[in-house]
C-alpha cells in the first residue's frame, strides 16, 4: 500500500491509499478544479479513482465529493447519517457503509472506525492489505477505547495534531468555537494525540504523519515537540501541509 495526501487542514482535505489497480481518495475538501490540479502534482487523475470515501459532512472534507463523482461517475462511500448530506442527494453510485464491520474495493479491506465528533455520524478509516494496515484518524475530540482498539497495531498513521490548547485559549477564535474545537466532540489537541500514541504500538509504525494542523491556533514545532514526549520508536515523522499535503509514503 502507498497513501499521499491532497492537502491536510481546516481548508481542504483529500488522501490518496492505493494498492495495486485500486486508488481510493478519502474525502474531497475542495473544488473539482481544484482537486484535478492536486491529483496531477500526485501523478493521478480523477480518472484512476476507484471511489471516494467520506468520513462526514464538514465542508472541508465534503465539498468536492459531489461534483467530483457526478464528472467522473465515481462510487461515493459514506455512513448512513453522511450520506444524508444535501450535496450527496441523488448521486447514483452511493454506497453506505457501517461502523461496526469492515468493506472490501478491489483488495483493500476498509473499517470505517466511529468517532466523535460534531457531524451527523462521523467516521475515519483503517486499510489492510496483505497484513499492512493503514490509519487515517482526524476529525476527533477525544480518545475512545474504540479508537484505541482500530488504531494500536497500525503500520503506518496520519493523525490529527489540530491545535496546542494554549494558542487555542489565546487565539483569535470566538468562545463558542473555541469550547467547540477543543471540547469531547471538537479536535484532537498536540496532547492528545501524542497520548493516542503513547498507546499504540510505535515499533511497528513505519510513518506517522501529523495531520489537520490548525494554521491559526497551532504550529508544528508545538506539535513535535509534544510528539517527542512519547515517541521512542518511529523516526519517520512528517506533517502534513494545508497546501502541499504529502508525497507518496510507501508501506513495506
Ligand atoms: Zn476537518
Ligand atoms: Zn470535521
Given at each position: 500500500?502507498?497513501?499521499?495526501?491532497?492537502?491536510?487542514?481546516?481548508?481542504?482535505?483529500?488522501?490518496?491509499?492505493?494498492?495495486?489497480?485500486?486508488?481510493?481518495?478519502?474525502?474531497?475538501?475542495?473544488?473539482?478544479?481544484?482537486?484535478?490540479?492536486?491529483?496531477?502534482?500526485?501523478?493521478?487523475?480523477?480518472?484512476?479513482?476507484?471511489?471516494?470515501?467520506?468520513?462526514?459532512?464538514?465542508?472541508?472534507?465534503?465539498?468536492?465529493?459531489?461534483?467530483?463523482?457526478?464528472?467522473?461517475?465515481?462510487?461515493?462511500?459514506?455512513?448512513?447519517?453522511?450520506?444524508?448530506?444535501?450535496?450527496?442527494?441523488?448521486?447514483?453510485?452511493?454506497?453506505?457503509?457501517?461502523?461496526?464491520?469492515?468493506?472490501?474495493?478491489?483488495?483493500?479491506?476498509?473499517?470505517?472506525?466511529?468517532?466523535?465528533?460534531?457531524?451527523?455520524?462521523?467516521?475515519?478509516?483503517?486499510?489492510?492489505?496483505?497484513?499492512?494496515?493503514?490509519?487515517?484518524?482526524?476529525?476527533?475530540?477525544?480518545?475512545?477505547?474504540?479508537?484505541?482498539?482500530?488504531?494500536?497495531?497500525?503500520d503506518a498513521?496520519?493523525?490529527?495534531?489540530?491545535?496546542?490548547?494554549?494558542?487555542?485559549?489565546?487565539?483569535?477564535?470566538?468562545?463558542?468555537?473555541?469550547?467547540?474545537?477543543?471540547?469531547?466532540?471538537?479536535?484532537?489537541?498536540?496532547?492528545?494525540?501524542?497520548?493516542?500514541?503513547?498507546?499504540?504500538?510505535?515499533?511497528r509504525l513505519q510513518h506517522?504523519?501529523?495531520?489537520?494542523?490548525?494554521?491559526?491556533?497551532?504550529?508544528?514545532?508545538?506539535?513535535?515537540?509534544?510528539?517527542?514526549?512519547?515517541?521512542?520508536?518511529c523516526?519517520a515523522?512528517?506533517?502534513?501541509?494545508?497546501?502541499?499535503?504529502?508525497?507518496?509514503?510507501?508501506i513495506n
Open positions: 500500500m502507498r497513501f499521499a495526501s491532497l492537502g491536510s487542514g481546516s481548508r481542504g482535505n483529500g488522501t490518496l491509499v492505493e494498492s495495486g489497480d485500486t486508488c481510493l481518495l478519502i474525502d474531497c475538501g475542495f473544488t473539482v478544479k481544484e482537486t484535478e490540479r492536486r491529483l496531477a502534482r500526485l501523478g493521478r487523475s480523477a480518472d484512476d479513482l476507484s471511489a471516494v470515501l467520506v468520513t462526514h459532512e464538514h465542508s472541508d472534507h465534503i465539498k468536492g465529493v459531489g461534483p467530483l463523482a457526478r464528472k467522473y461517475g465515481l462510487s461515493v462511500y459514506a455512513t448512513h447519517g453522511t450520506a444524508q448530506y444535501e450535496g450527496m442527494a441523488g448521486l447514483p453510485g452511493l454506497c453506505e457503509v457501517n461502523t461496526h464491520g469492515t468493506f472490501l474495493i478491489g483488495d483493500v479491506e476498509i473499517s470505517a472506525v466511529a468517532v466523535p465528533h460534531d457531524a451527523r455520524e462521523p467516521c475515519q478509516y483503517v486499510f489492510a492489505n496483505r497484513g499492512r494496515r493503514l490509519g487515517l484518524l482526524t476529525d476527533l475530540g477525544s480518545i475512545t477505547p474504540f479508537v484505541i482498539e482500530q488504531y494500536r497495531d497500525c498513521l496520519v493523525l490529527e495534531f489540530n491545535h496546542d490548547s494554549d494558542m487555542l485559549a489565546v487565539g483569535p477564535y470566538p468562545p463558542s468555537l473555541k469550547r467547540r474545537v477543543g471540547g469531547d466532540w471538537g479536535h484532537l489537541n498536540n496532547h492528545q494525540a501524542a497520548q493516542l500514541l503513547s498507546m499504540v504500538e510505535q515499533a506517522l504523519v501529523m495531520a489537520h494542523i490548525s494554521e491559526k491556533n497551532n504550529t508544528v514545532a508545538l506539535a513535535e515537540q509534544a510528539l517527542a514526549a512519547v515517541m521512542t520508536h523516526e515523522v512528517l506533517s502534513a501541509d494545508q497546501e502541499a499535503g504529502f508525497d507518496w509514503l510507501a
